[in-house]
Every structure is written in structure tokens, then in C-alpha cells.
């Protein structure tokens, strides 16, 4: 309706106006007034097919919720993402309280509230190995959607190997009972340029597979540093398990580790992790079955060495 008044109102402006003109220009001003208002009225007529009729400017479409919706459902990395932010905000909301059980069992087991005696100590340990058992585990989950959805961000820093090696075994020795790991690290080594916490993390997850696959000792050994074939310094960590257990597969310890996924347990996903994170670091993992029933493990990273 709108376009036809305004038509309407140009028409009869333009009639009057050729009327006036045809009395001193006649035939001349009479050609002109019709031009241009012929011109005029094209323009009302296209703009009023174009859009006028549904109150809209064509130039600007808004997309529709469908055309919005099938976007994001076309888009794979979309629904990845909305859930390492869930499970993200997820894990924040779980750490808390998990930090709070670790801390006030260190405090308990340091004697800042009394003396514990034999059974209420081993309680204690045992409620804060729990609590940080599954403090590993939702960390792993969180990182793993993060892996799975490219928003994993790592924290690298030049780190010395010895304190590597160090605060592994460490973490080895409290989640492995009844076995031993040893470290062998030569002197001199470079730093690392790695994400300290979690290549740790990944050490330790790989360890820990190794050692309770085999039943073995195991021996942590960090090599003076070599390079590549493109001449880039690297060091790697040798997790050495002889086996004493002629039934132990080796070869099943070795696709373990080579595929971890496989398996649907927390360890096998732990190690998915690590592989993940020495990988983006620019390191490798691979896994060697001896013929003797040795088993090596090797992890490479990056170091300062130019």
C-alpha cells in the first residue's frame, strides 16, 4: 500500500507540473515532465517489488533461526568445543573441593591437628589417595576434550630434564606399590622448552602403564642430547622394563601403547593424553619389544640446544 500511494502522489505532482509547463513550453516541457516522471516511477516500482511489500530493505537479510541452526549442525568443530567448555567449567567446579580433601589430609597426616594412630592414618592416606586419584582423572578428561577439540593450550617454558626426571619417579613411586623405578640421567643436559605439568603428567602416565603391564622394575634413562635429521637438539627418556615373567606379551604392552584408545580404562586414556601433549610439543613416543623380554619405551622433546 505504500508504494501505490506514493505513486499515486508523484503521479498527480507530475501531471500538474506538465499541465503548468505545457502552457509556455508546450510540446518541449511537456517530453521533459513526462521523462522524468516515467524515470521516477520505474524506481518506486522496483523498490516496492524488491521490498516494500514485506517492510524489509532486500540489501540486509536476516538469516533465519533454521538457516542458523543447519549452520552449526554442518560445522563439526561446534559441538567439540561446547563440550571442552563444559566439561572445562566442569572440572573447575570438581577441583576445588578435591584440593581441599588433598590439603586437609597433608595436614591431618602432618600431625597440625593431633597425633593420628595407625588406623586413622592409614584412612587418611587412603581418602587422599581417592581424592587425587580422581583429581588425575578429571584432569584427564578435560584435557582430552581439549585435545579432541583444538583448544588445548600449553604453558611451555625452558624446564631442566634432571627436575623432570626428579618429580616423576616421584609421582611413579606414590601410585605404584611393590616396584621399584630407578633414574639414570647423564650430566650435562640442556633444558627442555615444554609445558612442565604436563609433560610430567605424561611421563608418569607412561611409566605407570609400562610397570603395571609388565610386573617389571623399571629404569627412567635420560641420554646426553642428539639432533635430527634437520639438525634440530632433542633428548630422550628410555622407560627400560626387563621382564622377569615369561608370560608377560610384550607385544600387547606395545599396542597398548601405540593405541591406547583400545582400551576403555583411566590409564589408557592417561596415556592417549600423553601422547597427545608430547606430540604437540614436537616429540615422539614409540615403544620397542626385545627379544630377551626387554621392553623400551622412548619419549623425545625438544631442548635449547640450537
Do not use: K
Amino acid at each position: 500500500m505504500t508504494g501505490r500511494l506514493a505513486l499515486s502522489i508523484v503521479a498527480a505532482y507530475f501531471a500538474g507540473v506538465w499541465a503548468l509547463l505545457a502552457l509556455e513550453y508546450r510540446v518541449f516541457g511537456a517530453i521533459v515532465v513526462w521523462s522524468c516522471g516515467t524515470a521516477l516511477g520505474l524506481v518506486i516500482l522496483r523498490t516496492r517489488d524488491g521490498g516494500a511489500e514485506t517492510g524489509a530493505p532486500p540489501a540486509f537479510p536476516r538469516p533465519s533461526l533454521q538457516a542458523s541452526v543447519a549452520e552449526h549442525a554442518a560445522d563439526p568443530e561446534v559441538p567439540e568445543r561446547q563440550r571442552a567448555r563444559f566439561l572445562g567449567a566442569l572440572g573447575h567446579e570438581l577441583r576445588n573441593p578435591l584440593n581441599s580433601i588433598t590439603g586437609f589430609s597433608d595436614m591431618l597426616l602432618s600431625g597440625a591437628e593431633g597425633a593420628l594412630n595407625g588406623e586413622q592414618e592409614q584412612s587418611v592416606q587412603t581418602i587422599r589417595a581417592s581424592a587425587e586419584r580422581l583429581l588425575r582423572l578429571v584432569t584427564t578428561v578435560v584435557d582430552q576434550a581439549r585435545v579432541e577439540a583444538g583448544t588445548l593450550r600449553l604453558q611451555q617454558q625452558w624446564v631442566p630434564v634432571g627436575e623432570l626426571v626428579g618429580e616423576s619417579t616421584r609421582f611413579v613411586r606414590s601410585r605404584v606399590e611393590n616396584q621399584t623405578i630407578e633414574s639414570e640421567v647423564a650430566e650435562g643436559l640442556p633444558r627442555a622448552f615444554v609445558d612442565r605439568q604436563r609433560t610430567i603428567q605424561a611421563l608418569v602416565s607412561l611409566a605407570v602403564l609400562v610397570m603395571r603391564s609388565s610386573g617389571a622394575q623399571v629404569l627412567l634413562r635420560v641420554a646426553p642430547p642428539r639432533r635430527d635429521q634437520v639438525g634440530r637438539g632433542f633428548v630422550q627418556f628410555d622407560l627400560i622394563a626387563q621382564l622377569r615373567d615369561a608370560s608377560v606379551d610384550t607385544l600387547a604392552i606395545v599396542e597398548r601403547l601405540e593405541r591406547p584408545t583400545t582400551r576403555a580404562d583411566a590409564l589408557s586414556l592417561e596415556v592417549s593424553v600423553a601422547r597427545s601433549i608430547i606430540e604437540a610439543q614436537g616429540g615422539r613416543i614409540w615403544a620397542e619389544a626385545g627379544t630377551a623380554g626387554s621392553l623400551r619405551v622412548c619419549t623425545t622433546l625438544p631442548t635449547s640446544a640450537s
